[in-house]
C-alpha cells in the first residue's frame, strides 16, 4: 500500500469552508477496513476527526459533528473531507490514515499506522 497523500488545505476566515481529499491505495479492495482523518492541533498531538468503513458508515468527533462530512469515492480510491462553518480551534496539520479492519470507536490514532504528509488548515478569526 502506498502512503496515503493529503490536499486541499488552505487559509480561510471564520465561517469558512474548505474540501480535503486524500489518495489511498490497496485498502478499499478489501472486504473490511476503515478510512479516517485526524488532526494535530496545539492542544491534541493527533486528535480523530472522522472515519468512514467499507459500507459508508460515518463517524465523528463531537467538536465536529455539524459540521464536516466524510466520504470516500471507492472507484478512485479517495477519501473527502468537507468542512465548513470552521473555527480558529480547527486550525492545524490534517491527515488521513486508512487501515484494514473495522473503524475503531472513539477514533483514535493507535490502529492506524500509514499516515500521509498531511495538509495545513488555517482558520483566522
Known amino acids: 500500500q502506498a502512503q496515503p497523500v493529503e490536499s486541499g488545505g488552505g487559509s480561510v476566515q471564520t465561517g469558512g469552508s474548505l474540501r480535503l481529499s486524500c489518495v489511498t491505495s490497496?485498502?478499499?479492495?478489501?472486504?473490511?477496513?476503515?478510512l479516517a482523518w485526524f488532526r494535530r492541533t496545539p492542544q491534541k498531538e493527533r486528535e480523530g476527526v472522522a472515519s468512514i468503513n467499507e459500507y459508508s458508515i460515518t463517524e465523528y468527533a463531537y467538536s465536529v459533528q455539524g459540521r464536516f462530512t466524510i466520504s470516500q469515492d471507492i472507484a478512485k480510491n479517495a477519501l473527502y473531507l468537507e468542512m465548513s462553518n470552521l473555527k480558529p480551534e480547527d486550525s492545524g496539520t490534517y491527515y488521513c490514515a486508512p487501515r484494514f479492519g473495522q473503524c475503531p470507536r472513539p477514533i483514535v490514532s493507535d490502529y492506524f499506522r500509514d499516515w500521509g504528509q498531511g495538509t495545513q488548515v488555517t482558520v483566522s478569526s
Open positions: 490497496g485498502y478499499t479492495s478489501s472486504s473490511t477496513y476503515c
